[in-house]
């Protein structure tokens, strides 16, 4: 995937931080006046203009969210592995990139820090890090690790954030990021997660907490507010995305996710050139 789609998709969507000076060459009928280097042209008799590259070097940072919520699902449809795919594909297009590449794992505290580097061996200690990493707690604290990320990560980045977003109270700290980083939000979500109506009371598990709880399966009713109260998480995440005007991606764990990159490359491509 990243060979043959997305580090090229990286590249065209996620520019440079601006121009750096190249190298000098003759003038030429039709050049910009404005980028005469009159050092040389005076030193040397002959006019000669300056020429500018794109700085391309970025830095992408991953903060993912390892709370016990996230590890949910079928070994193909685990939250935890899905979102380990999604940002192993963009670090390693960052990497095709050269650019440099962070990450944060997090529960209601840092579990694991890496700070921004380049290089292959770089990105698979990342990797190697979500595939094995054991989280220390379960529990959620977003706004805790916005605000480390604010901290730490002084130069301006892509802030890549991967979480099912279950929490509350961290729209101040992401509005404070957002003012220096160029955030994307990836939400993860199974259907499962929320309760289907069937019959008989059935047991519960609260993967934070570890308390178990009987549930009444046959009572539409609840099984209807539950379902309406996970769906209005999407429903505030992409009025809170269009507020400070970042990315949202939703992402399915029982559907391909390609699609979803895909379309996220796409519209990026689009909103560049108009």
Do not use: C
């Given at each position: 995937?990243?060979?043959?789609?997305?580090?090229?998709?990286?590249?065209?969507?996620f520019?440079?931080q601006?121009l750096?000076?190249?190298?000098?060459?003759?003038?030429?009928?039709?050049?910009?006046i404005?980028f005469?280097?009159?050092?040389?042209t005076?030193?040397?008799g002959?006019?000669?203009?300056?020429?500018?590259k794109?700085?391309r070097?970025r830095?992408?940072?991953v903060?993912?969210?390892v709370s016990?919520?996230e590890d949910?699902?079928?070994e193909k449809?685990?939250?935890?592995?899905?979102?380990?795919?999604?940002?192993?594909?963009?670090?390693?297009?960052?990497?095709?990139n050269n650019?440099?590449?962070?990450m944060?794992?997090?529960?209601?505290?840092?579990?694991?820090?890496f700070?921004?580097g380049?290089?292959?061996?770089?990105?698979l200690?990342?990797?190697?890090s979500?595939?094995?990493?054991?989280a220390q707690?379960?529990r959620?604290n977003?706004?805790?690790?916005?605000d480390?990320?604010?901290?730490?990560?002084?130069?301006?980045?892509?802030?890549l954030i991967?979480s099912?977003?279950l929490?509350?109270?961290?729209?101040?700290?992401?509005?404070?990021?957002?003012?220096?980083?160029?955030?994307?939000?990836?939400?993860?979500?199974?259907?499962?997660e929320?309760?289907?109506?069937?019959?008989g009371v059935?047991?519960?598990?609260?993967?934070?907490?570890g308390?178990?709880?009987?549930?009444?399966?046959?009572d539409?009713?609840y099984s209807?507010?539950?379902?309406?109260?996970?769906?209005?998480?999407?429903?505030?995440?992409?009025?809170?995305?269009?507020k400070?005007?970042i990315d949202?991606?939703?992402?399915?764990t029982?559907?391909d996710?390609f699609?979803v990159?895909?379309?996220?490359f796409?519209n990026r491509?689009?909103?560049?050139?108009s």
């Amino acid at each position: 995937m990243v060979n043959d789609i997305f580090a090229g998709e990286y590249h065209a969507v996620f520019k440079g931080q601006g121009l750096e000076f190249d190298e000098v060459r003759h003038y030429q009928y039709g050049d910009e006046i404005r980028f005469i280097d009159w050092n040389i042209t005076a030193r040397t008799g002959e006019v000669f203009i300056k020429q500018f590259k794109e700085e391309r070097e970025r830095t992408l940072f991953v903060l993912f969210d390892v709370s016990g919520s996230e590890d949910f699902g079928t070994e193909k449809e685990n939250k935890l592995m899905i979102g380990t795919e999604i940002a192993s594909i963009l670090a390693f297009s960052a990497l095709k990139n050269n650019d440099k590449i962070g990450m944060a794992t997090f529960t209601d505290r840092i579990e694991k820090y890496f700070p921004p580097g380049k290089g292959r061996k770089h990105v698979l200690a990342i990797v190697k890090s979500l595939l094995t990493h054991k989280a220390q707690n379960l529990r959620t604290n977003i706004a805790f690790a916005l605000d480390f990320i604010r901290k730490t990560q002084k130069r301006k980045s892509i802030i890549l954030i991967i979480s099912d977003f279950l929490d509350i109270d961290y729209e101040i700290s992401l509005k404070h990021l957002v003012k220096k980083h160029e955030v994307i939000l990836i939400r993860l979500h199974h259907p499962n997660e929320v309760l289907q109506e069937s019959g008989g009371v059935i047991p519960i598990m609260d993967m934070e907490t570890g308390k178990m709880v009987w549930i009444n399966a046959g009572d539409g009713a609840y099984s209807r507010k539950l379902r309406t109260e996970f769906e209005q998480i999407d429903k505030n995440l992409i009025q809170l995305s269009n507020k400070l005007k970042i990315d949202y991606l939703s992402v399915n764990t029982q559907l391909d996710y390609f699609t979803v990159l895909e379309n996220f490359f796409k519209n990026r491509k689009i909103r560049a050139r108009s």
